[in-house]
Nanobody, 113 residues
Framework: VQLVESGGGLVQAGGSLRLSCAAS????????IGWFRQAPGKEREWVAR???????NYADSVKGRFTISRDDAKNTVYLQMNSLKPEDTAVYYC????????WGQGTQVTVSS
């Protein structure tokens, strides 16, 4: 099982980034896939998730700014992040199967003010 995140980087406040999570080694289409993030000195927090039907749910802190989507043909989930704020700075992790499931290695997102 492997989850590989990409697309992180440094962006100014108000900018956009699109994160990708490429999965392999399990039946991707059956899983709810989520994004979590962890800022320095803080606990990991849930950001968004998409179910097998493509419906997304979002944390209040990102609702209206982030959009999660999936392409089951490519075994990939995306997180489009718009109107980024400095408080979005964190390492972003892809997850399949919930907290006890599979995790990627993370990708750093840094938003400068």
């Amino acid at each position: 099982v492997q989850l590989v995140e990409s697309g992180g980087g440094l962006v100014q406040a108000g900018g956009s980034l699109r994160l990708s999570c490429a999965a392999s080694g399990f039946t991707f289409g059956r899983y709810i896939i989520g994004w979590f993030r962890q800022a320095p000195g803080k606990e990991r927090e849930w950001v968004a998730r998409v179910n097998s039907g493509g419906s997304g749910n979002y944390a209040d802190s990102v609702k209206g700014r982030f959009t999660i989507s999936r392409d089951d043909a490519k075994n990939t989930v995306y997180l489009q992040m718009n109107s980024l704020k400095p408080e979005d700075t964190a390492v972003y992790y892809c997850n399949a199967g919930g907290v006890g499931g599979f995790w990627g290695q993370g990708t750093q997102v840094t938003v400068s003010s």
